[in-house]
C-alpha cells in the first residue's frame, strides 16, 4: 500500500488527491513499465487507455507525412496521456512515443471516464490541465516561429530535464531535429553553441546538463512562462 501512495504523489496531478478519490484511482489502475521507443497510439487510433507516468516521459509527435514529424509537446509526471478522453473524444490526435523509459500508471479508458464522474477534485485539475496543455501548444507554434534554434533547443533541453529528473538525456541529433522543425545541420550548430558556454556536454546522443540556471538564461522566455502557467493553474493543493 505505502508503495502504491508513493506512486500516485509522484504524479503531479494525482498528487494529494482526497482519501476517496485516491481509493477509486488506485482500484482502477495498474503500474506499467515504458520501454524507449515504445509507440503507445498512432494518430486516428482508439485511446484505449490512459497514461500518468511517474517516472517516464512520452513525445506527443505530429506527422505531416513520411518524412516530416514535428514534437509539439511531452507527458511526464506533471501530465498525462490521453488527454482528449477529458473531452469524451476517442481518436488519438497525436503520435505517442516514449523518449523517457520508466514506469506510469495505467488506467483503461471506460474505467477513466467512470473516474472521472466520481472524482470531482481529479476532473477539476484534469481540466486544468487540458487548459495548460493548449496554452502550450499554443505558446510552441509561436516559439518555433519566431525564435533562434539555440534558445529553442536550451527550452526543450530543460522540458525533458524536468521531466526525465536527470542531468543526463539520452537525445539523438534525429530526435532532436525533429523535437525543433529544423535540419540535423541545425542542430548541430545549436549544440556546439551550448557546449561551447559550458552550458551541455554533447557525445553520440548522450547530453549532460551542466549548468542549468545558465540553460535557463540561454532559453527564449518560453520555458518560464509555461513553468509560471503550470503554476497559476494546477498550485499545490
Known amino acids: 500500500m505505502t508503495s502504491i501512495f508513493h506512486v500516485l504523489n509522484a504524479n503531479q496531478l494525482l498528487a494529494e488527491l482526497p482519501n476517496l478519490e485516491r481509493d477509486a484511482l488506485m482500484a482502477a489502475c495498474e503500474t506499467v ?47 498525462m496521456l490521453g488527454i482528449s478522453r477529458i473531452l469524451g473524444i476517442a481518436e488519438a490526435p497525436l503520435l505517442a512515443l516514449v523518449q523517457g523509459a520508466g514506469s506510469a500508471l495505467r488506467i483503461n479508458a471506460a474505467s477513466f471516464q467512470e473516474l472521472l464522474l466520481k472524482c470531482p477534485v481529479l476532473h477539476q485539475r484534469l481540466k486544468r490541465y487540458l487548459h495548460v496543455v493548449m496554452c502550450q501548444l499554443a505558446q510552441s507554434a509561436a516559439c518555433n516561429h519566431f525564435h533562434q534554434i539555440e534558445a529553442r533547443l536550451a527550452r526543450w533541453l530543460l522540458m525533458t530535464q524536468d521531466r526525465a529528473a536527470s542531468d543526463q538525456l539520452h537525445l539523438t541529433h534525429e530526435f532532436l531535429a525533429m523535437m525543433l522543425g529544423v535540419r540535423r545541420a541545425g542542430v548541430t550548430l545549436a549544440a556546439i553553441a551550448l557546449q561551447a558556454r559550458g552550458l551541455i556536454s554533447y557525445r553520440r546522443g548522450e547530453i549532460m546538463v551542466l549548468n542549468r540556471p545558465g540553460l535557463i538564461e540561454a532559453s527564449c522566455a518560453c520555458y518560464s512562462k509555461d513553468c509560471a502557467l503550470y503554476a497559476k493553474a494546477l498550485p499545490v493543493l
Open 33 to 79: 513499465e515504458l520501454s524507449f521507443g515504445e509507440v503507445l497510439f498512432q494518430p486516428t487510433e482508439i485511446i484505449t487507455h490512459v497514461y500518468f507516468p511517474i517516472d517516464s516521459f512520452i513525445s506527443l509527435i505530429v506527422i505531416t507525412d513520411v518524412d516530416n514529424q514535428l514534437e509539439v509537446a511531452m507527458a511526464g509526471r506533471e501530465g
